[in-house]
C-alpha cells in the first residue's frame, strides 16, 4: 500500500480479496488437475513409508520429491492461480524457488540429510506433522462447507506442502541444514495464518499449529542416542 | 444443418441481460424511465456530469479468471449501468479488478458508456506511463477519463506525467486519493499547489474529518471529490445492522441504511460522487437509487448524522 504509516493499516486492509474468491481458487485448482491428486497422495503415502525407515537413499528421494512439489506449486498455483489476484505473491514465488533448490542441495550435496531411526519425542512430533499434511489436512476442507472439492492436497497446494517440509525439517540432522530447509515454511505458514485468519476461516490456526509443533519438535533436548 | 453458434450470440445474450436489468430497474408501473435516472453532480469546470453514484472495485472486482464469478461481476456491472451508472474506479492495485472491469465492458459493449477512472499505483514516476498503458489495456478504453495518483504515491513525479498526458488528450482529467483519513494536510497543500480536477478520500456519515478542510477547499477551488469507503468497507453497515431505521428516514425516500448513508454522503454540496463497492446486482440497485430526489438538507443531515451517532 503506497503512502500512509505502515502502522496505520490492519489486516483487513491490505487483504485484497473475498474468502469465496480464495475457496474458488481451490476448487479450480483441483477440477483443473484432477486426477493428479491421486498421484500426489500416493506419493506423499509413500514419502511416508520412506520416513518410517529412513536410510540415506530414501531421504535423498523425499527430500528431491518436496524439491519438485515446491518448483510445480509455485508455478501452478501461486503463478497461474494466486498471483492474479494478489500482487505481494510475485515476490513468494521466488522463495519458493529457493525452497525447492535448497531441497535439492541441501538433501543431496555432501552427506545430504540424515534421520534418526529409533523413535524420539522429536521423530514423533516431525511424522506426525508430514502424516497430517498428507492424510488430514485435506479433510478439513469438509469443515468449512466448502466439500472436498475444495480440498487442499500435498505437493499440489502451499499448506500442506509446506507442513509436510516441516515435519521433514523438523527430524532432520545437521541441525543446521534442517534450520535452512525450516525457514521459508515457516515464513509461508505464518503468512497462510494472517490470511486465512483475516477471511475469517476458523482452521486459520492450523498453519500456525504447525510451525509450533516443528519447533517445538526442532528444539526438544535429543534424546541419547542408544548405544 | 446445425451451425454452431456464432459467437455474437453470446454477446446479444448479454445485451438482453442489460437491457433486462434496464427494465428491471424502471420504477414501478406509472413511473417514467427518466425516473430510474440517477441524479448527476458536475465535475466542476469539466461540463462532465456524473452519476451521484458511481462503482469502486476494490475486492469485489479481484477475481481472477474464474469464468463464474467473472460472469456474476459482469451482472453487476450490467445492472449499474442499466440504471444509469457511469463512474467505475479501479487500480493496478486492486489485482485482477482492472481485467474484470475489462471483461466486463467488452461484454457489455459498454465501453462509450463508462467514465474510466483509474489510478496509478508506484513509487517511480518513471514507471508511471508503462503502469498505466497496462491498466488501460485491461479495461479495454481508448482513454481513461480520470487518472489518480493512489494515495499520493510519488505525487510530484506522477502528476507531471498526468498534466502533460491531458495537455496532449490522453487523459480527460486527472486527480489524487487517499483514505481512511489518512495525510490530509499533504492533500490539502497539493490541492492548493496543482490544478486538479478530482481529488478522492474518505467520507461517509462517521468518518467526516473532510468536512472540516478538505470538503470546504474543494469548493472554494472547483475541485470534485469521490467518496471512497463509504460503508467503511461494509463494516458501517454490519453495526447498524439489525437497528430499525427511524421513522423520519421516510422524508428522504430511504428504506435501507445503505441508502441513509449514501444520501448523507451525496448531499454534501462539495461530493462529486460516492463510489460503493458491491458483489450483488440487487445492492447495485439499491446503491443506485439513493442518487434520487429527495436528498437531505442540511438540518436532516445534521439530524441523520446525530442519529447515526447515538446508536
Ligand atoms: N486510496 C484509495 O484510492 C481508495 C481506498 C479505499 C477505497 N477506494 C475505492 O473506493 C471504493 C469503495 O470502498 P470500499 O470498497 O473499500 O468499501 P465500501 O464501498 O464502503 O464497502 C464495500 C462493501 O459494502 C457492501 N455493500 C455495497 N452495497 C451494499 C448495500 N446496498 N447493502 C449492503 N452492503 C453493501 C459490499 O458487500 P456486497 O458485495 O455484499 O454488496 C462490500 O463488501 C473501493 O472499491 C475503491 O474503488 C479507493
Redesign the interface.
Known amino acids: 500500500?503506497?503512502?500512509?504509516?505502515w502502522w496505520?493499516y490492519r489486516p483487513?486492509?491490505l487483504?485484497?480479496?473475498?474468502p469465496?474468491?480464495y475457496a474458488?481458487?481451490f476448487e479450480?485448482h483441483n477440477q483443473a488437475l484432477w486426477p493428479a491428486q491421486l498421484l500426489a497422495l500416493a506419493l506423499g503415502g509413500m514419502a511416508l513409508v520412506v520416513l518410517l525407515r529412513p536410510g540415506p537413499r530414501g531421504t535423498r528421494l523425499v527430500a528431491m520429491l518436496l524439491a519438485v512439489a515446491w518448483a510445480f506449486v509455485a508455478w501452478a498455483f501461486l503463478w497461474q492461480?494466486y498471483a492474479?489476484?494478489?500482487?505481494g505473491i510475485a515476490y513468494v514465488i521466488p522463495l519458493f524457488g529457493l525452497q525447492a533448490l535448497l531441497l535439492v542441495a541441501l538433501g543431496s550435496l555432501g552427506g545430504g540429510l540424515r534421520l534418526p531411526g529409533h523413535w524420539s519425542v522429536r521423530r514423533g512430533l516431525a511424522l506426525g506433522l508430514f502424516a497430517y499434511a498428507l492424510a488430514l489436512h485435506p479433510l478439513t476442507a469438509l469443515a468449512t462447507g466448502r466439500g472436498l472439492s475444495g480440498a487442499e492436497v500435498i505437493g499440489l497446494t502451499p499448506d500442506p506442502l509446506a507442513m509436510a517440509t516441516l515435519g521433514l525439517a523438523a527430524a532432520a540432522e545437521p541441525a543446521r541444514r534442517a534450520w535452512l530447509l525450516l525457514l521459508i515454511p515457516v515464513l509461508w505458514c505464518l503468512l497462510s495464518w494472517l490470511t486465512l485468519d483475516t477471511l475469517g476461516d476458523r482452521r486459520a490456526w492450523l498453519p500456525l499449529l504447525a510451525v509450533i509443533v516443528a519447533l517445538a519438535a526442532r528444539l526438544w533436548p535429543r534424546a541419547p542416542s542408544p548405544g | 444443418m446445425a451451425q454452431p453458434l456464432p459467437p455474437l450470440s453470446r454477446r446479444r445474450l448479454l445485451r438482453g441481460l442489460l437491457a433486462a436489468a434496464a427494465v428491471t430497474a424502471l420504477p414501478s408501473p406509472g413511473g417514467l424511465a427518466r425516473a430510474a435516472e440517477p441524479l448527476t453532480r458536475e465535475l466542476p469546470g469539466t461540463g462532465e456530469a456524473l452519476p451521484r453514484v458511481g462503482l469502486g472495485s476494490?475486492?469485489?472486482f479481484?477475481?481472477?479468471?474464474?469464468p463464474?464469478?467473472r460472469e456474476e461481476c459482469t451482472a453487476v456491472m450490467a445492472a449499474f449501468f442499466a440504471a444509469g451508472g457511469r463512474l467505475i474506479d479501479s487500480s493496478p492495485?486492486?489485482?485482477?479488478s482492472q481485467?474484470t472491469i475489462g471483461h466486463a465492458l467488452e461484454r457489455l459493449e459498454a465501453v462509450d458508456r463508462v467514465y474510466a477512472a483509474d489510478k496509478v499505483?508506484?513509487?517511480s514516476p518513471a514507471e508511471g506511463p508503462a503502469q498505466i498503458e497496462a491498466s488501460r489495456q485491461a479495461w479495454g478504453v481508448p482513454r481513461f477519463d480520470l487518472l489518480q495518483v493512489?494515495?499520493?504515491?510519488?505525487w510530484e513525479g506522477h502528476l507531471e506525467t498526468l498534466q502533460a498526458m491531458k495537455a496532449a488528450g490522453e487523459v480527460r482529467h486527472l486527480g489524487i486519493t487517499?483514505s481512511?483519513g489518512?495525510?490530509h494536510e499533504e492533500v490539502e497543500r497539493i490541492m492548493r499547489r496543482v490544478p486538479l480536477d478530482c481529488v478522492q478520500l474518505t467520507y461517509n456519515i462517521v468518518d467526516r474529518e473532510a468536512e472540516s478542510r478538505l470538503l470546504p477547499l474543494a469548493r472554494e477551488r472547483g475541485i470534485g471529490v469521490i467518496a471512497n469507503r463509504p460503508f467503511q468497507?461494509k463494516r458501517l453497515i454490519r453495526r447498524l445492522a439489525g437497528k430499525p431505521l427511524p421513522p423520519w428516514a421516510a422524508e428522504i425516500n430511504t428504506t435501507t441504511w445503505a441508502q441513509f448513508i449514501l444520501k448523507f454522503i451525496i448531499s454534501h454540496p462539495a461530493i462529486t460522487c460516492a463510489i460503493p463497492a458491491t458483489?450483488r446486482v440487487d445492492h447495485v440497485r439499491e446503491n443506485l437509487a439513493a442518487a434520487r430526489e429527495p436528498l437531505p438538507d442540511d438540518a436532516m443531515r445534521r439530524r441523520m448524522a446525530d442519529h447515526v451517532r447515538g446508536l
Open positions: 500500500m503506497g503512502g500512509g504509516a496505520s483487513e486492509d487483504l485484497m480479496f473475498s469465496r474468491v474458488r481458487l479450480l492461480r492474479p489476484i494478489h500482487w | 476494490w475486492i469485489t479481484n477475481v481472477g479468471d474464474d463464474v464469478l492495485m486492486y489485482g485482477s481485467a499505483w508506484t513509487s493512489h494515495n499520493l504515491l510519488g487517499t481512511h489518512r495525510r468497507r458483489t
